[in-house]
């Protein structure tokens, strides 16, 4: 059974930083994209980051040039690490994850960790 553990959430105050990590397992496809979306109460669950290997990275323009994405293949592992946070990064993030396997495509999702920025 595919599992995304994430992890590193917390409080910070403005113009700080936190790591996230999302650690996934069980999966016997392959990974063709993991990603961070964020979600805050009320409102739909946004893109913030996305890896789909190699230098392939994409992000909300909300977090550009103070968020970075980043993979470990062994074990697949997803960072992300935020810099410069603002009170509006206040969410629950959650790890994305999209495999291949046969021909078809799987969508995993881990259950979110908060991230509360004080001002």
């Known amino acids: 059974q595919v599992q995304l553990v994430e992890s590193g959430g917390g409080l910070v105050q403005a113009g700080g930083s936190l790591r996230l990590s999302c650690v996934a397992s069980?999966?016997?496809?392959?990974?063709?994209?993991m990603g961070w979306y964020r979600q805050i109460a009320g409102k739909q669950r946004e893109l913030v980051a996305t890896h789909s290997g190699g230098n392939n990275t994409a992000y909300a323009d909300s977090v550009k040039g103070r968020f970075t994405i980043s993979r470990d293949n062994v074990p697949n592992t997803v960072y992300l690490q935020m810099n410069g946070l603002r009170p509006e990064d206040t969410a629950v993030y959650f790890c994305?994850?999209?495999?291949?396997?046969?021909?078809?495509?799987?969508?995993?999702w881990g259950q979110g960790t908060q991230v509360t920025v004080s001002s």
């Open positions: 069980g999966s016997s496809g392959t990974i063709l994209i």
């Open positions: 994305r994850m999209t495999t291949r396997t046969w021909g078809r495509l799987n969508e995993y």
